[in-house]
């Protein structure tokens, strides 16, 4: 039996009421599930049609006894061990704007045509989803130095029902084909995907407790620093 006495005057139980939808569970995804349960959240749905790969290890919440295994499937049992969630609801088929959504939804994707259909669905269930949080990752290569010169991170905490979060979202919704690629050796790393999931966590534990917290966060794990933080 957990104890969380000691997270009590932080994040107290009434406030981990919210079911929580996990939509891509790589480096974003996979962390920030397991750090909501850790904290006490007990109700996820989890979304992803990938297995977990020798490459995702590394870099993702997976052991290598879930290589092969559904990511779902495998952060199901996490979840499991690390506390006793009293519903894990897996959906191993790859998520469309058509697919039902309530509670908190967090977003994990690796591409924008994939925000655009989650964010559609966000928008229509916007009565019944009163948070919306997308994370991103970035990495900067310098070709001529030879070495990656920027990690940054991005989060967007959204309500999807207020107008000025609407807009300030899809000032930042770009198509894929604009997107900078990403070096095949410089594309993920752990500590970045704990950044992250932080960064996500304290959004999500900051809102169920009515304090202030910042829209839109830019942070370079390189340099530690936060480059913009929006209100």
């Not at 690796?110 to 948070?131: C, G, H, T, Y």
């Not at 960064?199 to 794990?221: G, P």
Request: net charge negative; hydrophobic share 45%; glycine share 6%.
């Amino acid at each position: 039996m957990a104890d969380f006495s000691r997270q009590l005057d932080i994040i107290p139980p009434h406030a981990l009421v919210y079911p929580v939808h996990c939509i891509g569970l790589g480096g974003i995804g996979s962390n920030t599930a397991f750090y909501l349960r850790k904290m006490g959240f007990s109700r996820f749905v989890l979304w992803d049609h990938d297995i977990v790969e020798a490459h995702n290890i590394p870099s993702q919440h997976f052991f290598s006894s879930d290589g092969g295994r559904s990511k779902p499937h495998a952060m199901e049992d996490q979840l499991k061990a690390a506390l006793d969630a009293e519903s894990v609801i897996v959906q191993k088929g790859k998520f469309t704007k058509d697919c039902e959504l309530s509670g908190i939804v967090v977003a994990g994707v690796d591409s924008m045509a994939s925000r655009k259909e989650i964010w559609q669905s966000v928008r229509s269930a916007k009565n019944v989803v009163p948070l919306y949080i997308d994370g991103r990752i970035g990495v900067q290569w310098d070709d001529d130095e030879g070495k990656v010169t920027g990690e940054f991170i991005e989060v967007f905490t959204i309500i999807p029902a207020r107008m000025q979060d609407i807009e300030l979202y899809e000032e930042h919704m770009f198509d894929d084909e604009d997107a900078a690629p990403l070096r095949c050796s410089a594309q993920a790393v752990a500590y970045i995907g704990a950044f992250i999931a932080g960064f996500i966590a304290a959004n999500i534990r900051k809102w169920v407790t009515s304090m202030a917290y910042h829209r839109y966060i830019l942070y370079d794990c390189l340099t530690n620093q936060v480059l913009i933080a929006t209100n």
